[in-house]
């Protein structure tokens, strides 16, 4: 899911979905939405493997994990911090996937 995610982001900028959540002028409607769509393709995959493994508070962790991924992914787009915009993909992904591993308590898998 990083993987992906930090690819696609690197190429493309913030997707909308992050856009909508982030802007204060998103509709309700849309703000809604956006925040549904997140849940079901990030969240709720995470919360089923999580469940299966016995893993405590599993949607608190994939919530959390999705955040801090979301907020890394909005930081390297927007250049925040010199290193973590010119670091090579893999070296932020391998990073990122051992502290989610952390967060979701899960071995880290690159």
């Known amino acids: ?15 909308p979905i992050l ?6 002028d998103t509709p309700a409607e849309i703000l809604d939405a956006a925040l549904d769509r997140l849940a079901r393709r990030l969240v709720d995959p995470l919360v089923a493997n999580m469940t299966a493994q016995g893993v405590d508070r599993p949607r ?3 919530e ?9 992914i909005l930081g ?4 925040w911090f010199d290193d973590i915009r010119s670091a090579p993909p893999d070296e ?3 990073l ?7 967060i979701i308590g899960d071995p880290p898998e690159r």
């Not at 390297?76 to 250049?79: E, V």
């Not at 990122?96 to 952390?102: E, M």
């Open 1 to 15: 899911m990083a993987d992906v995610l930090v690819t696609r982001a690197d190429r493309r900028g913030p997707g």
């Open 19 to 24: 856009q909508a959540i982030l802007r204060s």
């Open 60 to 62: 608190l962790r994939a």
């Open 64 to 72: 959390v994990a999705v955040s801090a991924l979301q907020g890394f």
């Open 76 to 79: 390297r787009s927007l250049g």
């Open 92 to 94: 932020v992904v391998a």
């Open 96 to 102: 990122i996937v051992d502290a989610l591993g952390a």
